[in-house]
């Protein structure tokens, strides 16, 4: 199958994790790993699993991830299917109540790529994940790489249960 993942990164946590996701899907798929300035609509017309990883920035993915998602042509694809990631800060087991407040009332970038892409009619395989940096900046959480391939691995045997994929 052809595997369309983008990716938005500032730091370079996220491009990480997308390389992570695209290594297992290179095993046995045609893979387009591209940044989300890259995205257009030549390698969108035969994708079948459309996967695209933001960080989490004020609650929300980045705006170059949001205007690209929104912009997404998705009209010609039969069975396109979609997942989203991105990567977040543990702010559950931080010791700031403000910004525990905010996320539960906020979420993260996944929560807004996953409703924008539900919202073009697009289905969901796995749902979606979040990846933890350690500090604002990073780096990731250790096992977070590894999270990442098990997560890719979950979506692979997902799709290919599907009977248009091959
Ligand atoms: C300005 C700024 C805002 C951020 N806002 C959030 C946030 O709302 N929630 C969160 O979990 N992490 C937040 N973070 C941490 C980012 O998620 C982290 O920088 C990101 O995962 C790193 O990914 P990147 O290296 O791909 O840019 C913020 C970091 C910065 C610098």
Not at 13 to 20: G, P
Not at 29 to 38: A, D, I, K, M, R
Request: glycine content about 6%; some cysteine.
């Amino acid at each position: 199958m052809s595997v369309v993942i983008v990716y938005d990164s500032v730091f370079g946590n996220t491009e990480k994790i997308a390389e992570f996701i695209a290594e297992v899907f290179r095993q046995k798929h045609e893979v387009h790993l591209l940044h989300v300035s890259e995205l257009n609509a030549d390698v969108m017309k035969n994708a079948e699993l459309f996967i695209a990883g933001s960080p989490t920035r004020a609650f929300a993915p980045t705006k170059n991830m949001v205007k690209a998602l929104k912009n997404l042509k998705t009209n010609d694809q039969k069975h396109l299917y979609g997942a989203v990631f991105d990567t977040r800060m543990d702010i559950q087991n931080s010791n700031i109540k403000i910004l525990k407040f905010l996320e539960k009332r906020k979420g993260y970038a996944a929560d807004t790529m996953e409703k924008i892409l539900k919202e073009k009619g697009i289905p969901f395989i796995c749902g979606h994940e979040g990846f933890f940096v350690t500090e604002s900046e990073g780096p990731l959480m250790e096992g977070e790489t590894q999270r990442a391939k098990t997560w890719a691995g979950k979506i692979e045997a997902e799709m290919c249960k599907n009977e248009f994929i091959e």
